[in-house]
């Protein structure tokens, strides 16, 4: 792995963000009919810096806040949810050993990441007990089997993999270069929508792990701060909603303004003084700047809880799940609103598939499954009507 490491800033960090958006949006449409690896947008991400925007400055990265990380993630989710997404994942999984490794590990792989500016991915999925990890008899240990969700990985330099025990029922966390052989990509991700994140499955065949790459357990397990992870993975998910939703609406704004035909029965000029259109957008607006108010809500929480490290207690956590619950809830139902009802005001000409509108509300759809929207609601209602904290877990 060769040592690239472009300077960036937390004082600049939004400012490339945005140039990197608009660097990726040029060819955003024809990057989603094709499908395929993002390779092109991993390589912008690295080129830009923005790899190291979450690593604190004194392993070499530029020591950004959670809430600025989350900026970031937003301004990119604006050219493509997949991208969003792709960094949305890096951001948590860079700082994943901080959270849940044992004493050295954060340090240990900060360092590297700043180093040699690497790409993290992922295949965590926890309801996927395919993949099985056993100790081997030459000393530490052979996975075997398939994992599903691997987004990002095929085009990663490191990954964050999980695997069941024989006999266990938890997961091993282990971390693999792409270099390790015995794995392989199967290609099989062909979804509706974010359709660059090569997210489809792996297969594993006798792989090695060694045993310093196993990450935790935690030193302290009964701290609540190894689960914050979960919930800064979370908000990571909840800024790529709102970033596609941003970039529809303003996508749609400028179809809008310069392509829309008024209704004949409108007695108006123009598709910009058309009074329902001029509902349409502010009542999509209206949604998105409270969907992103109370976002910024739990990121600033999340910056919190973060700074406690262990001493964060299960109460102060489950205020902040309880945030980052509804956060998610409200910026999937605006998202997919947003998203869906630009149509409305550009016009059926905008349906062109040229456009490519469409993958706003696609990119949406298919990410915001990750978990359902309705047991977010439940676990805010829950603490609403019996004071009970979501449990910790992957999706809480």
Do not use: C
Request: glycine share 8%.
């Amino acid at each position: 792995m060769q040592a690239t490491r472009p300077s960036i800033t937390f004082t600049d960090y939004l400012s490339v963000a945005t140039q990197v958006a608009e660097q990726l949006a040029a060819d955003a449409v024809n990057q989603d009919r094709e499908a395929g690896l993002p390779t092109a947008e991993v390589e912008a991400l690295k080129q830009s810096g923005l790899l190291l925007l979450s690593i604190p400055r004194q392993y070499g990265g530029a020591g950004a806040t959670w809430p600025q990380v989350y900026q970031a993630v937003q301004a990119l989710a604006n050219a493509q949810g997949s991208v969003g997404q792709l960094y949305a994942n890096h951001v948590s999984l860079v700082a994943a050993a901080e959270a849940i490794g044992r004493p050295g590990q954060a340090e240990y792989y900060y360092r590297l990441t700043a180093q040699h500016n690497l790409f993290w991915a992922n295949a965590l999925n926890g309801r996927d007990s395919r993949l099985k990890i056993a100790p081997a008899p030459e000393g530490g240990f052979r996975v075997n089997g398939v994992k599903s969700f691997g987004t990002g990985v095929a085009a990663a330099d490191i990954s964050l993999i999980g695997a069941m025990p024989e006999g266990g029922d938890q997961p091993l966390v282990f971390v693999l270069p792409k270099d390790r052989p015995g794995w392989t990509y199967n290609h099989d991700w062909d979804n509706i929508g974010q359709r660059r994140t090569a997210s489809g499955s792996y297969q594993f065949d006798n792989v090695v792990v060694n045993d310093d790459e196993l990450i935790g357990p935690p030193p302290v397990p009964e701290s609540a701060f190894p689960t914050l992870i979960f919930l800064v993975a979370q908000m990571g998910k909840v800024f790529t909603y709102l970033g596609v939703a941003e970039g529809a609406l303003k996508a749609a704004r400028n179809y809008t303004v310069s392509e829309s035909r008024p209704w004949m029965f409108s007695g108006v000029e123009s598709a910009s003084q058309d009074p329902y259109i001029l509902q349409q957008y502010g009542e999509a607006w209206a949604q998105l700047q409270a969907a992103i108010a109370l976002a910024d809500q739990a990121a600033e929480q999340i910056q919190m809880g973060w700074q406690k490290k262990t001493a964060l207690t299960f109460a102060e956590r489950g205020e902040i799940a309880v945030t980052v619950a509804a956060a998610k809830a409200v910026a999937i139902t605006a998202g997919l609103a947003i998203t869906n009802q630009i149509f409305d005001g550009m016009g059926a000409r905008a349906t062109a598939s040229r456009h490519g509108f469409d993958r706003y509300w696609r990119d949406l759809r298919t990410f915001t499954l990750h978990d359902p929207v309705a047991y977010k609601f439940r676990n805010v209602g829950n603490y609403v009507l019996n004071g009970e904290y979501p449990a910790p877990s992957q999706y809480s």
